[in-house]
């Protein structure tokens, strides 16, 4: 994680940094949200500790849930029985105090007395002081052999999920799925005007992963990178800006044509729609991911209408050329970036979502022209909210035909054609930092189609 541990062994820096890492995690597995809205929730708390206290803080809790399954397996070699069931602080405590020492690879005297201070500061894990002493220092001594021995991408991976990837897509794809997920993504970012990239590489210091996608392996804060007051790219992982381009590449460009954006917020093809010169109708059901939406436009100097309406009922005033539905799902594509998700989420997730993506897709599909694109997309590893729902919407659907698309036309791998789909894995161009999971599926509206047609 490269972040220093100087402050850390000083005890008065230490345990406010601690506490909020405890606080954080706590606040996600208890209250089952996700890792942004903790930190949302939490902002008044890191505003009050120096910015490398908040990111230590942060770095223990990212590196705490992304390696849960291998930590508390770790843990448990140390732990002869099982925590009661008020030993829940206590067990966190552990988690944070482990995540330091084998995640963050922190000296071993700071972080089991950070651990020490932090129990002895949290009410409900004080009791347990003594056995988080005596397990965690067993760990510093000990716990390196059977850290790198074990099997941890299998280890970090909850049952539920291991299940569903290996019947998808091989035992072998899904270890190298949770392989992929062991790491944070890098930042990726798109360019409002490709034709920059040159220029954006170099000032960045980036690579560029896809045409018009720059990929940076050391960030740091997004807000001070070269490029990002004057709006001259937005952050989008290089897989999520596929549906996009499918679109634009079906549509031959965007100029002179009316898109609708369904499931919009915050906005990242809608800028890229916007950025190939279409009329762009940015549809979302959350008015507040509709600011961040607005505020997006406003920084890259693009333009979109905004609606905020539910896309299943709302219609355009005319038949469009084309809509992009990015449905909400259940995101098991963006684990890198959200490695909380595998704990907080279950298979009712995956349900919930698809049965509302459906109703999204017929409605997409009455919003088109006659000859109209429909670009259907979810950043989901769970083929029913991929692959299934596409192939009931075309079984029930008169008057579509599958576009299929070809990935070497968007820079990506073979491997990402399956049947007439796209299908993006986080295992994906792994020497190269990887990509976010995605289903992407194009279809066309049969021109000779004259379906009747309820503007609102
Ligand atoms: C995957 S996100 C969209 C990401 C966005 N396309 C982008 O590229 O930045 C899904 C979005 O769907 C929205 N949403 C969920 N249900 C909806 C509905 N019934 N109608 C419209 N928007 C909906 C959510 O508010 C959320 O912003």
């Not at 820096?13 to 939490?42: C, I």
């Not at 482990?98 to 002895?120: F, I, P, T, Y």
């Not at 709302?314 to 594509?333: I, K, M, N």
Request: glycine share 10%; proline share 6%.
């Amino acid at each position: 994680m490269g972040l220093s541990e100087r402050a850390f062994e000083d005890e008065a820096a230490g345990l406010p940094a601690r506490r909020f890492a405890f606080s954080l995690l706590t606040r996600v597995l208890d209250q089952r949200v996700t890792l942004d809205e903790a930190n949302e929730a939490l902002a008044s708390v890191a505003a009050r500790m120096p910015p490398r206290d908040a990111a230590f803080a942060r770095a223990i809790a990212y590196g705490a849930l992304r390696h849960k399954g291998a930590l508390e397996k770790l843990l448990g070699r140390y732990i002869k029985q099982a925590l009661p069931a008020h030993g829940l602080a206590a067990g966190r405590v552990l988690l944070c105090g482990a995540a330091e020492l084998m995640v963050l690879a922190g000296k071993s005297h700071a972080a089991v007395d950070g651990a020490n201070r932090l129990a002895v500061a949290t009410r409900e894990a004080k009791p347990f002081k003594p056995l988080i002493n005596a397990v965690l220092r067993r760990v510093a001594a000990e716990g390196e052999a059977a850290w790198h021995m074990m099997d941890r991408p299998r280890a970090d991976t909850p049952d539920w999920l291991w299940r569903r990837w290996s019947a998808a897509y091989g035992e072998d794809a899904a270890h190298a799925i949770a392989e992929a997920h062991a790491n944070p993504a890098p930042l990726d970012l798109t360019l409002r005007d490709p034709a920059g990239g040159e220029h954006w590489q170099s000032a960045l210091g980036a690579a560029e992963i896809l045409p018009g996608t720059l990929r940076l392996a050391a960030p740091g804060a997004v807000e001070t990178l070269p490029g990002f007051a004057e709006g001259a790219w937005w952050v989008q992982d290089a897989a999520a800006s596929v549906p996009a381009r499918l679109l634009l590449d079906l549509l031959g460009g965007g100029a002179g044509k009316t898109i609708v954006d369904l499931c919009a917020a915050p906005g990242g093809k809608t800028m890229q729609l916007a950025a190939a010169g279409a009329r762009v109708i940015a549809v979302d059901s959350s008015a507040g991911r509709l600011k961040r939406l607005a505020a997006n436009l406003a920084r890259t100097g693009l333009a979109a209408e905004t609606v905020a309406a539910d896309g299943r009922i709302w219609r355009p005033d005319a038949p469009v050329d084309a809509v992009l539905l990015d449905a909400p799902c259940s995101a098991t594509g963006t684990i890198r970036r959200h490695p909380e998700l595998p704990w907080i989420r279950d298979e009712g997730a995956v349900t919930r979502n698809a049965a509302a993506a459906a109703a999204l897709l017929d409605a997409a599909f009455a919003m088109l022209k006659p000859g109209g694109v429909l670009v259907f997309a979810v950043c989901s590893l769970e083929p029913e909210e991929g692959e299934r729902q596409m192939e009931a919407f075309l079984g029930r659907t008169p008057g579509v035909r599958l576009a299929a698309p070809d990935p070497a036309r968007f820079g990506l791998p073979e491997a990402a054609r399956r049947g007439g789909f796209l299908r993006l894995l986080p295992s994906f161009a792994a020497d190269r930092g990887g990509m976010d999971g995605f289903f992407v599926a194009g279809l066309v509206k049969n021109a000779a189609m004259d379906a009747p047609f309820s503007g609102g």
